[in-house]
């Protein structure tokens, strides 16, 4: 079923478990994502990036292909359809419109009191709709082709202003993770997760989960992270299979063979991630 994700993550807060946000790409990538988590009967939340939506054709075509497959596929699982680093108010509202049952705006560039105006206006268009929003405090790093760029961590002050004056439903706060797969050691401030857990009223989103290993992701859940999204591990792990697939069968022109070629890759790494809700190691 089709659900916000305010439900599953306030569960999820308390029994301390992570629910993952997997972002998608098309439609092989949403189907896998919504038959695994089925199969291991766990709320999914499928992140959709503006770059993903224009790639596949727009809100509508993302919207209508997520609840179609639900439908067609008879998913069991709640899911959410989420609008992934909204870059602007309207960004959201068309999200909101073509009937994405969650949104998140990524305002964490401008000084706070820019951020938190901005928010206030999709927090109340979203709760006319029973939508969930999300937003950024604090900046995320990256890694790209241009190398590491570490981002500056938020603190508790800022946070529980943020969260109060906005009535935002999860807050994403940089604590120390980088979008894209960073292999080294990176600083995540633990305590600061810790904190933000027991202050905070609302779950707490960490993005830039690619890269970390299973202890590293088990640590944030037992430090109080709820909602892991991970984009990049999941397109490495597509990628091998893909490559592998082709390079053992040169002559291959079928489309889905080579597109689903990735799919039990994409779906282990799946299994990977959600491992990490189990106790022990
Ligand atoms: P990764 O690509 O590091 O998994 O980050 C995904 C993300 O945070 C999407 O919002």
């Known amino acids: 079923m089709l659900v916000n994700s305010r439900k599953m993550l ?10 993952y946000q997997f972002n998608i790409n098309n439609l092989e990538w949403t189907r896998s994502i919504l038959e695994e988590c089925d199969r291991l009967k766990v709320p999914v939340i499928l992140g959709a990036s503006e770059g993903a939506i224009k790639y596949m054709g727009g809100y509508d075509v993302v919207a209508s292909l997520c609840y179609s497959l639900i ?39 401008k000084p706070l009191k820019e951020n938190i105006e901005l928010t206030k206006e999709v927090v109340k268009y979203a ?11 604090g900046s995320m790093g990256s890694i790209s082709g241009k190398g590491l760029e570490i981002g500056t961590n938020t603190n508790l002050k800022d946070c529980l202003t943020f969260v109060e004056e906005t009535g935002i439903d999860s807050v ?32 707490l989103v960490l993005h830039g989960g690619s ?18 999204n991970i984009n990049s591990d999941l397109q490495e792990a597509w990628s091998k299979g893909v490559r592998s697939y082709l390079e053992e069968n040169k002559d291959v ?8 070629s990735g799919v039990a890759a994409l779906k282990e790494m799946i299994d990977i991630k959600i491992n990490i809700n189990k106790d022990g190691k």
């Open 10 to 19: 306030e569960k999820a807060k308390k029994e301390k478990k992570v629910v």
């Open 71 to 109: 439908t067609d596929l008879e998913i069991k699982t709640d899911v959410c359809l989420h609008l992934d680093h909204g870059s602007s108010v309207e960004s959201c509202i068309r999200a909101i419109d073509a009937g994405f049952n969650s949104v998140m705006l990524d305002m964490s560039k």
């Open 127 to 137: 709760k006319n709709n029973n939508v969930s929003v999300e937003a950024e405090i």
């Open 172 to 203: 994403a706060a940089a604590v120390g993770t980088v979008h894209g797969i960073y292999r080294g050691e990176l600083n995540i401030d633990y305590k600061l997760i810790e904190q933000l857990y027991e202050n905070l009223n609302v779950p």
């Open 211 to 228: 890269g970390l290993d299973s202890e590293t992701l088990r640590k944030c859940r037992e430090a109080g992270v709820t909602k892991i």
């Open 253 to 260: 022109i079928d489309p889905r063979k080579i597109i689903g």
